[in-house]
């Protein structure tokens, strides 16, 4: 099964919101609201941002959130920060009971 | 306050058997699954496969079906991630990660701050 589609990357200015998409197939992200975002620091271990299309986990800004339509899924950063620079991962539930990932989008903060 | 702490970085050849460890705290470690997560150098994330520890029960990616095994000690509250016989092609950085309990699919919240693995000759 291939990878989810990311943009490679995308890049803004502090203050300003991003948006960035990850596609798939009726297989996964078509199938099921189960769509989860990561962040990713280099170096550092990844740091789940949004689980289940739009939940927050405990401690993550309100500036982060999450959407779905069809087969795609979005995550948008608002009120961008110069720590949100990192790479940032989508992942969807599929209809074989596994997980499987994006190819991952850099996010630079200009 | 969940922790999740992983053994430490391994040097190994080709055809060398290796197991990895996670020990996860903080909480009833029968209750939530356990995910495996590998990325290889400059690369994205790949999903391997989790376990439960109350039951064992074990579900794989088909890319790393037969390549590995996911195994559990309850009694230490520690996850395994093990191969037989190692490739160069193994050589990543490998992390374990808690899945959130009655989320939907596999979420994972708390994670470990990553075994780097070289399979080197």
């Known amino acids: 099964q291939s990878a989810l589609a990311q943009p490679a990357s995308v890049s803004g200015s502090p203050g300003q919101s991003i948006t960035i998409s990850c596609t798939g197939t009726s297989g996964d992200i078509g199938s099921y609201p189960y769509v989860s975002w990561y962040q990713q620091h280099p170096g550092k271990a990844p740091r789940l941002m949004i689980y289940?299309?739009?939940n927050r986990p405990s401690g993550v800004s309100d500036r982060f959130s999450g959407s779905k339509s069809g087969t795609t899924a979005s995550l948008t950063i608002s009120g961008l920060q110069a720590e949100d620079e990192a790479d940032y991962y989508c992942g969807s539930f599929t209809t074989s009971s596994t997980l499987i990932f994006g190819g991952g989008t850099m996010l630079t903060v200009l | 306050e969940v922790q999740v702490v992983q053994s430490g970085a391994e040097v190994k050849k080709p055809g060398e058997s290796l197991k990895i460890s996670c020990k996860a705290s903080?909480?009833?470690?029968?209750?939530?699954?356990i995910g495996w997560v590998r990325q290889m150098p400059g690369k994205g994330l790949e999903w391997m496969g989790v376990?439960?520890?109350?039951?064992?029960?074990?579900r794989y990616s088909p890319s790393f079906q037969g390549q590995v095994t996911i195994s559990a000690d309850k009694s230490i509250t520690t996850a395994y991630l093990q191969w037989t016989s190692l490739k160069a092609s193994d050589t990543a950085m490998y992390y374990c990660?808690?899945?959130?309990?009655?989320?939907?699919?596999?979420?994972?919240?708390?994670w470990g701050q990553g075994t780097l693995l070289t399979v080197s000759s």
């Open positions: 289940d299309v739009t």
């Open positions: 903080g909480y009833t470690f029968n209750t939530r699954w």
């Open positions: 376990i439960f520890p109350g039951d064992s029960d074990t």
């Open positions: 990660a808690t899945h959130i309990p009655g989320s939907g699919g596999w979420n994972f919240e708390h």
